[in-house]
């Protein structure tokens, strides 16, 4: 078996503030080019699991490795490999950026300071543009789109980072069925180039056309962690969320 990309131990984390932490002794290791599918009812962790994940949140007991290494210690280097679709965005419409801007913004935090974006760069936002067919609003202002358009910006935004783990925060929420078959693709042909995809989802209408990692969590645990086939997905999430 190959070594964890992304690996949890005894995992527990709080928000600043709050009375009680709010997932409780996590353990999760999770493999290279893995497809995860994270799942449960509403406020079980799910969202706080992925922040854990991306160094957002002080870890109360236990520890985060991403790539063998410690994630609050090596924060910088470590969240160069990090992509992260958020749940909630809301440009303002006169946010004063168009999606090719929004693009190239991805590349500034692995170039380092004061170096301008290069031939790869560009590159990369093309790739990025075109993997999620939206290379025709280029141009266009990111406040000026539909929700959905702007969700597949901030998909392609975080291709654009070329990351080795991509999480995503409901990221089929805004799109309709045949663009979330298409970003289904999208993340299944990555997830094959070697990328570790872990995603948050309540969506079970598109699914990857190979086998998964389901997580469930419930009350800020893990209550089921399993590999299965696609069209076992929705039943196990379900059983196990009303269990
Ligand atoms: N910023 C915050 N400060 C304090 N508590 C928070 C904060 N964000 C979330 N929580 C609490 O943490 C718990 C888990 O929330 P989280 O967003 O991780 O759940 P979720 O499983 O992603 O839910 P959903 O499916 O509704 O998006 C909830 O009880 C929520 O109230």
Do not use: W
């Not at 168009?98 to 560009?122: N, Q, Y």
């Not at 872990?198 to 990857?208: E, K, N, Q, T, Y």
């Amino acid at each position: 078996m190959s070594e964890a990309i992304v690996r949890l131990t005894n995992v527990t984390t709080t928000y600043e503030g709050a009375a009680h932490p709010v997932i409780h002794d996590i353990n999760l290791a999770v493999n290279p080019g893995e497809f995860v599918i994270v799942g449960g009812p509403n406020g079980a962790g799910k969202t706080t699991l992925l922040e854990t994940i991306a160094g957002l949140l002080p870890v109360v007991n236990g520890s985060v490795e991403i790539c063998g290494e410690d994630i609050l210690k090596k924060k910088n280097k470590l969240r160069k490999k990090l992509g992260y679709v958020i749940q909630n965005f809301d440009f303002d419409a006169y946010t004063p950026f168009t999606v090719e801007e929004v693009l190239i913004m991805a590349r500034f935090g692995l170039l380092g300071l004061f170096k301008r974006p290069g031939e790869e760069d560009h590159a990369a936002v093309d790739t990025a543009l075109s993997t999620l067919g939206i290379a025709d609003l280029r141009k266009s202002h990111i406040g000026k789109l539909s929700g959905g358009q702007q969700q597949k910006v901030l998909i392609a935004h975080n291709l654009a980072k070329k990351p080795e783990i991509l999480l995503l925060d409901e990221p089929f929420s805004n799109l309709d069925l045949a663009t979330r078959e298409h970003v289904c693709d999208v993340l299944c042909r990555i997830a094959d180039l070697g990328v570790t995809i872990i995603i948050v989802s309540h969506a079970f209408d598109a699914l990857p056309k190979r086998d998964v990692r389901v997580v469930v969590m419930k009350s800020g645990e893990i209550v089921l962690n399993k590999i299965t086939p696609p069209e076992c997905v929705q039943q196990i999430v379900r059983l196990t969320s009303e269990s």
